[in-house]
Nanobody
Framework: VRLVESGGGLVQPGGSLRLSCVHS?????????IGWFRQAPGKEREGISC????????WYSDSVKGRFTISRDKAKNTVYLQMNSLVPEDTALYYC???????????????????WGVGTLVTVSS
């Protein structure tokens, strides 16, 4: 399964962007989570949001809760991350990732993830 992100770019503080992640085919089982990580320059990669395919729950990190929204279009094999009220601290390379065998949305760890995209760059600057 390939994950391909798009939608990154340069945006002013307070602005919005919507990221997309297309997965090339359906996963091998119904129990999985798919979501987003980001990595800012000089910092560790952090999980920021995910959703569960089996129970449709979602999870957000404290750093994005209330500003970002994850959603999906199953027919298009696409997951979205709507990002509002962006601040310079949101500047990072954003990765889509998926983990098989997890039944509900939860905080994500880098080692758990089975599939990764190559990332899309988001820059928040005036």
């Amino acid at each position: 399964v390939r994950l391909v992100e798009s939608g990154g770019g340069l945006v002013q503080p307070g602005g919005s962007l919507r990221l997309s992640c297309v997965h090339s085919k359906k996963f091998s089982q119904d129990y999985y989570i798919i979501g987003w990580f980001r990595q800012a320059p000089g910092k560790e990669r952090e999980g920021i949001s995910c959703l569960s395919n089996s129970d449709s729950t979602t999870w957000y990190s404290d750093s994005v809760k209330g500003r970002f929204t994850i959603s999906r279009d199953k027919a298009k094999n696409t997951v979205y991350l709507q990002m509002n009220s962006l601040v310079p601290e949101d500047t990072a390379l954003y990765y889509c990732a998926a983990a098989i065998g997890i039944t509900t949305a939860r905080p994500m760890g880098v080692p758990w993830m089975d599939y990764w995209g190559v990332g899309t760059l988001v820059t928040v600057s005036s």
